[in-house]
């Protein structure tokens, strides 16, 4: 458990590497606390000019892993996930990502934070939280349709749908695609070269890019706020023990339910 997250440093890019391949890179709450310590000390080391991620093996990140997730839900902003998404959102160092397969959840909305991204050319992209009936997080809700549009945010956030590598780069998700045994190598090369730069100045840079209408932070915190009720739901205690048991979901009861409560309220 102690390396399920790797940190490498190298000529100033500091590689964060999701390290549980046998478990498709799924993330647990310890590890996105290590993720967060990772972004800190990429701020406040000098010597780090550039915050790399990747995944070990064949997936990128399967996202959260929900057996994990049920026991250390993301209830307010001390939890684990939460601190993780707001250091994310929050930084203003240079960031880097390598996708080297599939990328589900957080792998992929962690993505519409990094400056630069590499991806293999069999890699997909999916965000199904509709799926396990809870609410877009990291602040995707905002950041899918602003950047990709509309139409590819709805077909990913509201329909569960993937896209391929392909689509991702032609939406702008991902800047390069590359072969499976290229990766790491082109990444590494562009990084260290990114690397020889000002880190002062990058960071000015990106905080000029990054200034908007509304803080992302506060995205983030409402998100969350909508994703802990959503947690604590019926729907999602169903679609997260159906997933662990290997079952197709039944939100029948719950739906009746609800369809009952809401008739029984018009009426008082």
Known sequence: MANDILTTLDDGV?????N?????????????????????RAEREAGIKLLLFTGVGEVFS?????GDFLENPANGEE???????????????????????????????MLMYCDKVYAVETATFSTPFINLAVVPEAGSSLLMPKYLGYQLASRMLIFGEAIDA?????CGLVSVLCEYDDLMP???LDAKRVAGLSKKAM??????IKRDEEAIEDRVRFEMQKFGAALRSPEAREAMTAFLEKRPADFSAIDEDLTTHETSTAHD
């Open 14 to 18: 500091l590689t964060v590497s999701f």
């Open 20 to 40: 549980r391949p046998n478990k498709k890179n799924s993330v647990t709450a310890a590890m996105y606390a290590a993720l967060t310590s990772a972004i800190h």
């Open 62 to 66: 399967a996202g959260n892993d929900i």
């Open 79 to 109: 939890s684990a996930v939460v601190q993780f998404l707001l250091a994310l959102s929050a930084t203003d160092m240079p960031m880097m990502a390598a996708v080297n397969g599939q990328a589900i959840g957080v792998g992929t909305t």
């Open 166 to 170: 392909s689509e991702a780069k032609a």
């Open 186 to 188: 082109l990444v590494m």
């Open 203 to 208: 960071r000015n840079v990106k905080q000029l």
